[in-house]
């Protein structure tokens, strides 16, 4: 069963820092990208950001909105996916999603498997 | 002005069929684009449902209904997701998404109510 965990979240005052993790398991982590999806409280989604498999570079693309600021990683042999949240601001409060993309390879969106989410709230 | 604008909610009855707009921004032609569709329910993440571009190249999402089907009006410069036979599960919210530039964009979602 594929099975993706996000973690780390919690609250966080503005300018500070903040790493999420995505645990995965059922597959094989290598050979998929990697999405971080957004949700503020009540309102849409919103992409943050993905990660390729190594396979295709391993390299990240991000929103205009956390470019500079926030950071995706990987390490396969660990089945984990991070994300670097820096220089936090109060709109970065929402749940955070890591969705597996739809198919192995050269294919970045997601699709049905999705963690749960974990709550960031960036407040002083 | 947003990438990609979706009604904020619509209504439909039970066995009607509804059609969700998702309206390019003025500047990019939806003939360019693949358009995806998610589905999310209160509390639950989004799931698939489908990806259309044309009729040679879209796709149903893995155990997504039939009943479920992306089109493209290009008049309106708008990507379209009809469902048909509406049964109340069918009541989220539902978004569509396009790769623009180097990233993907969501539409704000419309919120169908089946009553």
């Known amino acids: 069963e594929v099975q993706l965990v996000e973690s780390g979240g919690g609250l966080e005052q503005p300018g500070r820092s903040l790493r999420l993790s995505c645990t995965t398991s059922?597959?094989?982590?290598?050979?998929?990208?990697l999405n971080w999806v957004r949700q503020a409280p009540g309102k849409g989604l919103e992409w943050v950001g993905l990660?390729?498999?190594?396979?295709?570079?391993?390299?990240?693309e991000y929103a205009a909105s956390v470019k500079g600021r926030f950071s995706i990683s990987r390490d396969d042999s660990k089945n984990i996916a991070y994300l670097e949240m820096n220089s936090l601001q109060t709109e970065d409060t929402a749940v955070y999603y890591c969705?597996?993309?739809?198919?192995?390879?050269?294919?970045?969106?997601?699709?049905?498997?999705w963690g749960q989410g974990t709550l960031v709230t960036v407040s002083s | 002005q947003a990438v990609l604008t979706q009604p904020s909610s619509l209504s439909a009855s039970p066995g009607a069929s509804a059609s969700l707009t998702c309206t390019l921004r003025?500047?990019?032609?939806?003939?360019?684009?693949?358009i995806y569709w998610y589905q999310q329910k209160p509390g639950s993440p989004p799931q698939y449902l489908l990806r259309?571009?044309?009729?040679?190249?879209?796709?149903?999402g893995s155990g997504v209904p039939s009943r479920f089907s992306g089109s493209k009006d290009a008049s309106a410069n708008a990507g379209i997701l009809l469902i048909s036979g509406l049964q109340f599960e069918d009541e989220a919210d539902y978004y569509c998404?396009?790769?623009?530039?180097?990233?993907?964009?969501f539409g704000g979602g419309t919120k169908l109510t089946v009553l």
């Open positions: 969705t597996r993309a739809y198919c192995p390879g050269d294919c970045n969106y997601p699709g049905n498997d």
């Open positions: 998404m396009i790769w623009h530039i180097s990233g993907w964009v």
């Open positions: 003025s500047g990019l032609n939806v003939g360019n684009y693949r």
């Open positions: 259309y571009s044309s009729d040679s190249d879209k796709q149903q």
């Open positions: 990660i390729r498999s190594k396979t295709y570079g391993g390299t990240t």
């Open positions: 059922g597959f094989t982590l290598g050979d998929f990208a």
